[in-house]
């Protein structure tokens, strides 16, 4: 009879089925050399009595905790939350377990995940950087190789990159916006210290360097991601006394499709209509955009791909024992909807 104040454990269930602790071991840990009828035996007497494997005690041991952890930002968006399912899910097949941690765009909530993300000691950390501030990156400085960074490259980190060219795909909405004759647009994003933010407005720069148009970063309007947010920052822009908005612009750039659904909603409440008078463009192509009133046109972000590129990664390092370092770079695409205006045939119908 056991002792149930006692934790259970290997010696625990060899001494109940009067066998060794080795065979209990690798009956548990699925060793090809223990007999099915054995390893049947012993789990069902692992299930009936509670046992819980200590996975920390066993990483230290084996080197492995056969854990993963994820760090980004907004991890409520479609794109990531498609990548995190599928890396947990591929994973999985392979014994692992995936933690997810969410630093909100905050360098200090994500120093706070990184020194708990080490103090569990997982095999891999993938990290959406908030900045590019070195002084949290330098706490992982000794497991650079067990390391992917999503986002802009940091030619200072010698670790594995998903690259997503964000520079790009802010290039591609401009141009959308340019060669639809809107010169005059408002351009809502993340912090300009997110490194991808700070890169999708370099593209926008670009397209309007290209068009020889000047591009006025008054324009810029940031804010964290959500439809409030977005709502929010049009309406600061609304002028009461005028009945109209206190910048003008025809266009409206979004750093993704959240923040373009928030201008939807206050072009409703200040009676616009999309795209006759606001024409809009976001970012990631949530799934929920090709349903919008009007069809969202936004940047594809390759979710597929860089789900693709981050398994990869881990399959090669974690079950293959590769050590060089890899890089992928994926390049997003316009997706054209109904919501940006021609203002060239609305001008000529005029």
């Not at 802010?170 to 300009?192: F, K, Q, W």
């Not at 050590?323 to 045939?345: A, Y």
Request: charged share 20%; hydrophobic share 35%.
């Amino acid at each position: 009879m056991t002792d149930t104040n006692k934790p259970i454990t290997i010696k625990t269930i060899a001494k109940e089925l009067n066998i060794s602790f080795s065979t209990v071991s690798k009956a548990l840990n699925n060793n090809p050399a223990i007999k099915e009828e054995t390893r049947k035996m012993v789990l069902d007497k692992a299930n009936e009595m509670g046992y819980t494997p200590n996975s920390l005690a066993k990483g230290l041991r084996s080197n492995s905790t056969k854990t993963i952890a994820i760090i980004f930002n907004d991890i409520e968006n479609p794109v990531l939350t498609y990548i995190f399912r599928t890396i947990s899910i591929k994973m999985a097949d392979h014994g692992y377990t995936t933690m997810i941690f969410d630093s909100q765009f905050s360098e200090k909530i994500e120093r706070a995940n990184i020194l708990t993300v080490l103090s569990r000691q997982p095999d891999f950390i993938i990290l959406e950087p908030t900045s590019m501030n070195p002084n949290n990156l330098q706490l992982l400085s000794e497991m650079s190789n067990r390391l992917i960074l999503q986002g802009v490259r940091y030619e200072t980190m010698n670790c594995h990159h998903v690259h997503v060219d964000y520079a790009h795909g802010g290039y591609l909405a401009a141009c959308a916006m340019l060669s639809n004759g809107h010169r005059d647009c408002l351009v809502i994003t993340e912090p300009l210290s997110f490194p991808t933010s700070e890169q999708f407005v370099l593209g926008i720069e670009r397209a309007y360097s290209e068009y020889n148009v000047p591009f006025n970063r008054d324009m810029v309007k940031t804010t964290h991601s959500s439809i409030t947010n977005g709502f929010q920052t049009m309406q600061k822009l609304w002028d009461y006394d005028t009945n109209a908005f206190s910048i003008p612009f025809t266009g409206v750039l979004t750093f993704d499709d959240t923040l373009a659904y928030g201008v939807y909603k206050a072009a409703m409440q200040y009676n616009f209509k999309i795209p006759e008078d606001i024409s809009v463009i976001g970012f990631d192509d949530n799934p929920l955009s090709a349903f919008s009133m009007p069809p969202l046109t936004t940047i594809h972000l390759p979710k597929e791909k860089m789900a693709e590129n981050y398994i990869s990664i881990l399959q090669s390092a974690l079950l293959e024992g590769r050590t060089e370092t890899r890089f992928f770079s994926s390049d997003p695409i316009l997706i054209p909807r109904d919501s940006v205006c021609n203002l060239f045939r609305r001008n000529r119908r005029n």
